[in-house]
C-alpha cells in the first residue's frame, strides 16, 4: 500500500485538476503551527480542513486540540482514514478526533471519480 502521504498527495493533485482551491499544510516547515490538519479544500459542494491518516496512524494531542478548537468555531474538519487502497478501490473511515466512528465508505474509480465522490460524501456528513 502506498503511504499517507503519497495518497494524501493524489487526491490533492486530482482537486487541483478539477479546479479547486486546495491549500497543502502539512509540510510547512519551521514556521508551521503543529497540528494543523493536513489540506484546506475549497469547493462548491464542501469546505474545509482534512486530516488524513494511515490505517493505524495515531492522532496526537496537539492535533486533537487544534480540531476541536476548528469544530468549536464551527469550521468543518474531517479525519479520513485510508484502511486499504488497491488498484482503483479505495477503503475510507471517516472518524472525529475521539476515535469515532463516522462511517466506511468503499470508493471506486481513478484518482479523480474518487476526490469528487469524497467531497460529496463530507457535504453529507
Known sequence: MQTETQLTSRL??????MGLEVIS???GG???????????????????????KGPR???QAHQ???ISALE???????????IKVSNDTWHLRFEKTNKEIIGD???????GEVAAKLLKILASL
Open 64 to 66: 486533537r486540540r487544534i
Open 105 to 111: 465508505i468503499s470508493l471506486t474509480g481513478f484518482d
Open 25 to 27: 499544510i502539512h509540510g
Open 30 to 52: 519551521s514556521l508551521q503551527a503543529p497540528g494543523w490538519p493536513d489540506v484546506f479544500v475549497c469547493s462548491r459542494q464542501w469546505s474545509g480542513f482534512i486530516e488524513f
Open 12 to 17: 490533492v493533485k486530482s482537486w487541483n485538476q
Open 57 to 59: 496512524t495515531t492522532t
Open 72 to 82: 468549536n468555531s464551527s469550521t468543518n474538519v474531517c479525519l479520513v482514514r485510508f
